[in-house]
Nanobody, 118 residues
Framework: QVQLVESGGGLVQSGGSLRLSCAAS????????MAWVRQAPGKDREFVAN????????QYADSVQGRCTISRDNAKKTLYLQMNSLKPEDTAVYYC???????????WGQGTQVTVSS
């Protein structure tokens, strides 16, 4: 059973920065892909970014392109999301997800709250 534990969320002012981390249990091995997904109150989950674990190639949602950087540390089995120039509309619970099998996300973390004040 793969476990994902997010951390790094918090309250920040508009324009500020946060770095989210997602630590994976050893059983994750080498996933195909990992991602950050967020959910704001009253809204559906929204893709933020993902990264191919083997190549490190990232993809970003248009809403965060240029402001966020996804990265991973294979040795530490940890996924990161550096978020800069944060906006109030970035307020959401941020979830980490792992795709062990290509095509869908098998494992999810419990989420970490990010709140951006105006």
């Amino acid at each position: 059973q793969v476990q994902l534990v997010e951390s790094g969320g918090g309250l920040v002012q508009s324009g500020g920065s946060l770095r989210l981390s997602c630590a994976a249990s050893e059983g994750i091995g080498s996933p195909y892909m990992m991602a950050w997904v967020r959910q704001a109150p009253g809204k559906d989950r929204e893709f933020v970014a993902n990264i191919r674990w083997d190549t490190g190639v990232p993809q970003y949602a248009d809403s965060v392109q240029g402001r966020c950087t996804i990265s991973r540390d294979n040795a530490k089995k940890t996924l990161y999301l550096q978020m800069n120039s944060l906006k109030p509309e970035d307020t959401a619970v941020y979830y980490c997800a792992a795709s062990i099998t290509p095509g869908y996300y098998d494992s999810w973390g419990q989420g970490t709250q990010v709140t951006v004040s105006s």
